[in-house]
């Protein structure tokens, strides 16, 4: 065979699979949207939903997701960027390294459902922090750290060393090496983590069924007081979120629409992580552009 | 003329090996001192020593002494963060910051304090002007630096090392990755700024090191062979390896 012909096969097969790929996911993008977008509507979106009656919405299921993707994040962010400039600028190769490096690796490969039921035996019942929004939060953070801290780690590492060696030879401190030249080369890279790590957010059911709860209570968007049991804000209060409404609904529910009232979820869940996605990169943008002036 | 920095018995390590094998030099101020030899002979690493870059370097170890106004910098009560404010430094391949042309210079004056933006717009002007760059540049000072060109590039880390008003300057290679028309540039600037500067090049080019220095150094296996005014060195050295290496039949 000649170097021709095997060069256009492996060509031939390559381009095969891309296009395999792009089906499947435009396939799959396309079912859901298909089947859920004519039942969104702003009712749909806004209102409560129904046990028994057709009609129900998917208001709080829709807020309690922004807000555990809010809340997860804020605790996620910090951990994880901070662990990850350890890794890459303070760490030595020692056996601590060594072991906070595998701890990182055997978390990413728990299996959600492992991680949700250490949450309910820990955080829901030994801390007693109850089916609560900071509990789901507390147990992704669990999913997303490993994530963060490696994608962080990685786009420090592969900032060029000459742009350290730069602020190294003006006298400046490493702090400021990491804050104010490292951090903004690195930024596009943990922007890019960020999303990964909310695209679980949004996605994860089976960890949150036993640490947000799959209940809500009724939610008064007019309560702003974190205190109160009835405020959406409340972050001591179990939250159903969307995906484990769709698997709720899906499984048990007993409304006749239920059929419907899933596919609409699944749409409005696939476009928000779609919507999340743009937002975060599009604010990335802003911020590189900011900080490097690079159009 | 005055010395403004010398050596004194420098040896440098690398874990157990010797890099630089006490070396005595001493550089006048207002002057270009070439350090040249053959890869591996220790010139760079003893340039990186001036500074106390080679501090970042895990397993290197520095004896002997380095004076600077009378001052031993290679003790440990040393800040080499105050002492690198002193000494601007500029490698072989350009390394602007990731930020506009203005940010990258106004970066070390604002860090050390000055914070007035009529102050360091001056500043900024005065350090590209000094870097030859500034006509180049001065309707963009608000673009990204790494939409320069590799000369300018490296016209501007030099202005960004300017900046902060150094009284020495290390130059490690600064025009080997750089066209003609760039290094003649560079060259031209190096001699200018001599007039201010005490100012030390590492360079592989012999054509280079005999147009813009004072005085040459010859390295050798961490050793230094000889030391002497420029036009010495590359008509009459008095060491044969010296000889050998500047006639191109070694090294």
Not at chain 2, 40 to 67: H, Q, V, Y
Request: glycine share 8%.
């Amino acid at each position: 065979m000649s170097a021709k012909l095997k060069d256009r096969i492996a060509t031939g097969v390559i381009v095969a699979f891309s296009l395999l790929i792009i089906a499947i996911l435009l396939g799959m993008l396309g079912y859901i949207l298909v089947r859920g977008l004519s039942h969104i509507s702003w009712d749909f979106l806004t209102s409560v939903p129904e046990t028994i009656r057709a009609g129900g919405g998917i208001g709080p299921q829709l807020f309690n997701s922004l807000y555990l993707l809010v809340l997860t994040l804020i605790i996620t962010i910090p951990l994880g960027i901070g662990a990850g400039i350890y890794m890459a600028e303070y760490a030595k190769g020692g056996r601590l390294t060594a072991a906070v490096r595998l701890v990182v690796e055997v978390l990413s490969s728990f299996p959600s459902i492992v991680v949700g039921l250490f949450g309910l035996l820990l955080i829901v019942n030994t801390f007693n922090f109850g089916f609560s929004v900071l509990s789901g939060a507390l147990v992704l953070t669990i999913f997303n750290m490993p994530l963060m801290v490696r994608v962080t780690e990685q786009a420090f590492r592969n900032v060029p060393k000459e742009q350290k060696e730069a602020g190294l030879a003006m006298g400046l401190s490493h702090w400021k090496i990491i804050t104010s030249i490292l951090f903004p080369v690195a930024l596009p890279a943990i922007i890019t983590g960020t999303i990964l790590a909310a695209g679980r957010i949004f996605g994860e059911a089976a960890a949150l069924l036993f640490t947000a709860g799959m209940t809500t209570p009724r939610l008064d968007f007019t309560d702003w007081n974190p205190m109160s049991l009835n405020s959406p804000i409340n972050p001591m209060r179990p939250a159903e979120t969307l995906s484990v409404h769709i698997w709720k609904v899906n499984s048990e529910g007993i409304a006749p629409d239920a059929a419907e009232i899933a596919a609409g979820a699944s749409a409005v869940l696939v476009l928000m992580v779609l919507i999340f996605n743009l937002l975060a990169r599009w604010v990335g943008r802003l911020l590189y552009r900011k900080f490097t002036s690079i159009k | 003329m005055t010395d403004i920095l010398r050596t004194e018995n420098l040896k440098i390590y690398y874990g157990q090996n010797e890099a630089v094998k006490g070396v005595d030099l001493s550089f006048p101020e207002n002057s270009v001192t070439a350090l040249i030899g053959p890869s591996g002979c220790g010139k760079s690493t003893f340039l990186r020593a001036l500074n106390r870059m080679n501090d970042e370097i895990p397993g290197s170890r520095m004896t002997g002494s380095i004076w600077i106004n009378g001052r031993n910098i290679n003790a440990p009560d040393t800040d080499v963060t105050v002492l690198r404010q002193s000494i601007g430094m500029v490698w072989q391949r350009p390394n602007p910051f990731y930020k506009s042309i203005y940010a990258n210079i106004a970066f070390g004056p604002k860090y050390h304090g000055i914070k007035n933006k009529k102050q360091l717009d001056q500043i900024v002007e005065d350090s590209l002007r000094k870097a030859a760059l500034w006509d180049e540049v001065k309707d963009r000072l608000h673009q990204s630096a790494l939409s320069l060109s590799g000369g300018q590039q490296q016209r501007l880390c030099i202005a960004r090392a300017l900046s902060v008003q150094p009284k020495i300057l290390l130059l490690d290679e600064p025009a080997s990755a750089l066209d003609p028309v760039s290094t003649a540039k560079i060259e031209e600037l190096i001699l200018q700024l001599k007039e201010q500067l005490c100012i030390v090049i590492v360079t592989h080019n012999m054509q280079q090191a005999a147009r813009i220095s004072g005085h040459t150094a010859y390295f050798y296996m961490g050793k230094l062979i000889e030391y002497d005014k420029t036009d010495v060195i590359f008509t009459n050295p008095s060491d044969p390896m010296t000889q050998e290496y500047i006639s191109g039949r070694f090294g």
